[in-house]
């Protein structure tokens, strides 16, 4: 059974970085971030690829990085330059036979 545990979130200033881990138990081929701020729909950040390929949305590219270790089955999410509209919670996804997510990790931008 798959199961998926984000850590990592917080409050920080505008410009500062965050490094957002997911925890993966079970076999996943594919990965991602996706977020969702108060009132808005869930919204895709990138996801990675089992060879390791990754793709952005454009609302992040050049500022997000996703990464996995491959080895600890874990995902990574690095956050640098982040905005007051980077707020919200952000959730980890798995996809093998099935959608699967994580229960989500507030971060906050303060201006």
């Known amino acids: 059974q798959v199961r998926l545990v984000e850590s990592g979130g917080g409050l920080v200033h505008a410009g500062g970085s965050l490094r957002l881990s997911c925890a993966a138990s079970?076999?996943?081929?594919?990965m991602g971030w996706f977020r969702q701020a108060p009132g808005k729909k869930r919204d895709w950040l990138g996801s990675?690829?089992?060879?390791?390929?990754?793709t952005y949305a454009d609302s992040v590219k050049g500022r997000f990085t996703i990464s996995r270790d491959f080895v600890k089955n874990t995902l990574f999410l690095q956050m640098d330059s982040l905005k007051p509209e980077d707020t919200a919670v952000y959730y980890c996804?798995?996809?093998?036979?099935?959608?699967?997510w994580g229960p989500g990790t507030q971060v906050t931008v303060s201006s």
């Open positions: 996804w798995g996809f093998s036979d099935n959608n699967y």
């Open positions: 079970g076999s996943i081929a594919r």
């Open positions: 990675i690829e089992s060879t390791g390929e990754t």
